[in-house]
Nanobody
Framework: QVQLVESGGGLEQAGGSLRLSCAAS????????MGWFRQAPGKEREFVAA????????YYKEAVKGRFTISRGDAKNTVYLQMNKLKPEDTAVYYC???????????????WGQGTQVTVSS
């Protein structure tokens, strides 16, 4: 069983930046893809970004391309989401995830984090 713990959420003004972190534990290897999803109030959870296990590919929701950057830490069991030029519509609970990548999205999630709130004020 894998545990994912996110951190780094908070309140930021539009145009500002936040960096989310997620650390995975419970597995000795790091050959898993990691990603981020988000869920705004009253909306379904949606894919935001993903990075392959060997970091050779990254994938983004169209609305965050050019503003968000996903990366993995040196320890490989961590994933970051650098969010720049934040917009009020980025307000949501952000979830870290592990799962297979199909096409250009993480189509299935095997493990979820508990979520971290990101609020962007206008």
């Amino acid at each position: 069983q894998v545990q994912l713990v996110e951190s780094g959420g908070g309140l930021e003004q539009a145009g500002g930046s936040l960096r989310l972190s997620c650390a995975a534990s419970g597995r000795t290897d790091t050959t898993y893809n990691m990603g981020w999803f988000r869920q705004a109030p009253g909306k379904e959870r949606e894919f935001v970004a993903a990075i392959s296990w060997n970091e050779d590919k990254t994938y983004y929701k169209e609305a965050v391309k050019g503003r968000f950057t996903i990366s993995r830490g040196d320890a490989k069991n961590t994933v970051y989401l650098q969010m720049n030029k934040l917009k009020p519509e980025d307000t949501a609970v952000y979830y870290c995830a592990i799962g297979p990548i199909v096409g250009v999205t993480m189509a299935q999630v095997n493990f979820w984090g508990q979520g971290t709130q990101v609020t962007v004020s206008s």
